[in-house]
Nanobody, 122 residues
């Protein structure tokens, strides 16, 4: 069974930074694309970033590129999402996810965790 445990969420002031971590288990981490998507209050889910298996090619939601960085540590089966210059509109539950291929900046990944709340105050 694929499992994901996110951590690192919390409350941060606008302009601040936060890093989310996600420890994955139950599958061959190296062989899967990994990514993050989010859902803000009253909003639809939105892909944030994705990293392909193999070459680790990364793709970002265009509106977030430059502020968010996805990375992974295959040895630890852990993925990360570094977020900088946070804005109140970044407030959302962030989900780490995995699948064979990156789709829609992580939104199309089929397996995900319970989510981590990120709240950005103005």
């Amino acid at each position: 069974e694929m499992q994901f445990v996110e951590s690192g969420g919390g409350l941060v002031q606008a302009g601040g930074s936060l890093t989310l971590s996600c420890v994955a288990s139950g599958f061959s981490f190296d062989d899967y694309a990994i990514g993050w998507f989010r859902q803000g209050p009253g909003k639809e889910r939105e892909g944030v970033a994705c990293a392909s298996a193999g070459d680790g090619f990364t793709s970002y939601q265009p509106s977030l590129k430059g502020r968010f960085t996805i990375s992974k540590d295959n040895a630890k089966s852990t993925m990360y999402l570094q977020m900088h210059s946070l804005k109140p509109e970044d407030t959302a539950v962030y989900y780490c996810a995995a699948d064979l291929y990156c789709i829609d900046y992580g939104l199309g990944l089929s397996y995900w965790g319970q989510g981590a709340q990120v709240t950005v105050s103005s």
